[in-house]
């Protein structure tokens, strides 16, 4: 049998080995905001000019609220898969699980082909070194999140482009001797379809310029003629090219960059230069760290989670200093030692964008580490070659890589099971960053959706405790305080939150419904304005604007902002149902039926509106159709007393005595204590 089957094959079963076992998770952390809240992807029919001008995360570019991560083709992946599956994360986690098993294979294809002049290697070792790298790269444990974390997808794209452009150039050396227009075409146009992937993809020509660079052995030649080779037709074009890509994402965002909060990256904001540099640095060393010791793994690194270096006394910068020292070893002696240099290169070049050289809303994110990680397999598979061939090191080291292989297995199995679920992906964090203000935040917030109260508090408190200055905590604090009734501690929070971000619109919103139930009208009033004030079109707003007019009898125009909330929001159930209420309250039969005909159009399955549908035909004596409708939510939700109820005297005026009775039990049955005669 071909050995690269074998070799094939045994990537295949290492990949699916580390995360096989976990394809029936759900969607966890950021997945939940860029997939299932997106409304772009979560639409059908698909509307290809919202996915093309909004960010990963659904919201318009251009906004000043947009994150500017603009990666429409991972987006309409997603959206594709969705209308497949609708919504299956199983699937979604078997895609990424394939695309990795392909980059493995990739690197296997690509690294075979590096045979440098000046290289130690002979073409068994580069085999081996290239078998060995793609085995490290497959069961990597750094890799989890980008494997295991749906919209890391993105990376994992990346990574497919960047290694098909890698082999391109590998191959383009024996096809073409002298610089072929095809093959920058090619690569410039990968380049472009991959940054519409992710953004990190626009360091694909530089890489590819360094790889040509050393196959065609330019780093043997004299500095002149390097400096010559550097500045070759070639690599003008790939500049050139470079460029107008980067200036057309660059118009995409309306040339504005994302503002990030200080605590989502303290380095970047760190007010002394000597801070940012040295603070910066480390992270340099901290992500090689991790690379060589995944044992601490973290879905968030920010918020304090890595201390900053703000004296030269920190004993850390040894361990900077020790880096560059590595670093200059392997400058000094890239003629001599070829592959650790193309290493280097491989690791330093697609990291660039995470770099610290434009400002990014996170301190680490191991994702971004997917595609600098081939450099750094590249390395190690290398250096484990090296060590092959001599002989003292021989008898040991198909021990010490096969347990390296078991470890990393066991690993991958453990972490990939903590992103199986958001529960145990929160609380895998607290173990590595105990301080980190976000991951309390994360859990408390979670807590709260599992109706946890004392948990949520506790965490929510934490996170306060950590960075008093956390605005989205403190308002989602005082939410969980009013929907305890606790109205004076609500407001209290609320008002924090705003102190701190007094453009905070979603707090004004919330400072609003807890003013209206305390009564103080005037005071909602006016916090729903100052929302509005800060984000025009907020449909919420408006909807709970509507309440506090109907709480004041002013019916007509609560009915007019629950109207602006569905034309903003066609989606906002709850604006519809109580639009559908009133008319009801009114009399205004004909009208609800019409408004009932439009809000199914948007929320075809939504049971409220069929019900209050089914309730208006029932008034009108149409009583054939408002069975029908009954017994559809009936069956949606059999333990809805009022359907039953509802139903039950349906059926009493209609004088279908034997089927009301029927009706009135079963509504007994789901709940005897509210279940009530009375049509509503």
């Known amino acids: 049998m071909d050995s690269m089957f074998i070799q094939i094959l045994a990537l295949v079963i290492l990949c699916y080995l580390c995360y096989g076992s976990s394809l029936n998770g759900s969607f966890v952390f950021d997945d939940t905001v860029a997939i299932k809240q997106n409304k772009a992807i979560a639409k059908t029919p698909t509307n290809y000019t ?105 990376d994992l794209m990346f990574c497919l482009l960047y290694l098909i452009c890698l082999y391109i150039c590998c191959w383009s050396r024996r096809l073409w001797r002298e610089n072929n227009l095809w093959f920058q075409l090619l690569v410039s146009c990968l380049t472009f379809v991959g940054v519409l992937f992710k953004e990190s993809a626009i360091t694909i020509p530089l890489a590819c310029v360094f790889l040509s660079y050393v196959l065609k052995g330019y780093h043997t030649l004299d500095w002149k003629q390097q400096i010559k080779s550097i500045f070759s037709l070639e690599n003008i074009f790939f500049a050139f090219t470079t460029l107008i890509i980067a200036v057309f994402r660059l118009w995409i965002a309306g040339f ?21 540099i040295f603070s910066q640095n480390y992270l340099y060393f901290y992500n090689l760290k991790i690379l060589v010791d995944p044992s601490e793994l973290c879905f968030d690194w920010s918020f304090g989670c890595i201390r900053l270096i703000e004296n030269i006394k920190d004993v850390r910068l040894i361990l900077i200093l020790g880096l560059y020292v590595l670093f200059l070893i392997v400058l000094l002696n890239y003629k001599e030692n070829c592959p650790t240099f193309v290493a280097c290169g491989l690791m330093i070049i697609p990291f660039l964008p995470a770099s610290g050289i434009i400002k990014v809303g996170f301190v680490i994110a191991e994702r971004v580490l997917y595609v600098p990680s081939i450099g750094f397999c590249y390395l ?43 529960e145990k992906l929160f609380s895998s964090a607290l173990d590595v960053c105990p301080n980190n203000a976000k991951v309390h935040y994360n859990i408390a917030r ?3 959706d599992m109706h946890n109260y004392p948990k949520a508090f506790e965490h929510y408190h934490k996170a306060i405790e950590l960075s008093p200055d956390y605005d989205a905590a403190l308002m989602n604090l005082g939410n969980l305080y009013r929907d305890q009734g606790d109205l004076t501690k609500a407001e209290k929070y609320l008002l924090s939150a705003l102190e701190i971000t007094p453009i905070f619109a979603t707090a ?20 729903y304005q100052n929302a509005l004030a800060h984000r025009k079109n907020y449909a919420n707003c408006y909807y709970n604007m509507g309440n506090l007019f109907l709480e004041q009898q002013l019916n007509t125009k609560a009915l007019q902002h629950w109207e602006m909330a569905v034309a903003l929001k066609p989606t906002l159930r709850q604006a519809w149902t109580n639009i559908l209420t009133m008319l009801d309250t009114q009399g205004k039969y004909d009208k609800a039926l019409k408004v009932s005909d439009k809000a199914l159009k948007y929320l075809p399955n939504e049971s409220s509106i069929i019900f209050l549908r089914a309730n208006i035909y029932g008034k009108l004596g149409r009583y054939a159709e408002a ?35 029927d009706s009135y039990k079963r509504a007994l049955d789901a709940d005897p204590k509210r279940a009530t005669t009375k049509m509503v």
């Open 380 to 422: 190690v598979a290398y250096g484990l070659v090296c060590l092959y061939d001599c002989e003292h090191f021989h008898k040991h080291l198909h021990v010490g890589f096969g347990i390296v292989i078991v470890i990393f297995i066991m690993r991958c199995r453990q972490r990939s099971a903590e992103w199986l679920t958001e």
């Open 446 to 448: 979670l807590a709260t």
């Open 508 to 527: 004004w919103m919330n400072l609003g419904i807890v003013q209206a139930a305390k009564k103080k009208f005037p005071d909602a009033l006016q916090s």
């Open 256 to 276: 504005t960059s994302p503002t990030f909060r200080n605590a989502d990256n303290p380095v970047a904001h760190a007010d002394s230069l000597k801070t940012r």
């Open 50 to 154: 919202a996915i093309f001008i909004s960010d990963f995360w659904g919201a318009p570019i251009t906004s000043e609220d947009s994150h500017k991560s603009y990666r429409p083709l991972t987006s309409l992946l997603f959206h594709w898969e969705w209308i497949k599956w609708q919504m299956q994360p199983k699937h979604m986690k078997a895609i990424n699980l394939v695309i990795h098993i392909f980059n493995s294979v990739l690197i296997l294809l690509v690294l075979r082909e590096f045979k440098f002049q000046e290289s130690p290697l002979n073409s068994k070792s580069v085999e081996r070194v290239a078998f060995i790298a793609a085995i490290l790269f497959s069961i990597h444990p750094i890799h989890t999140e980008a494997v295991s974390g749906i919209v890391s997808r993105a």
């Open 627 to 661: 069975e029908q409708l009954y017994k559809q939510v009936v069956i949606k939700e059999p333990l809805n007393y009022l359907y039953h109820t509802n139903l039950a005297v349906l059926y009493h005026r209609w004088n279908r005595i034997n089927d009301a009775i």
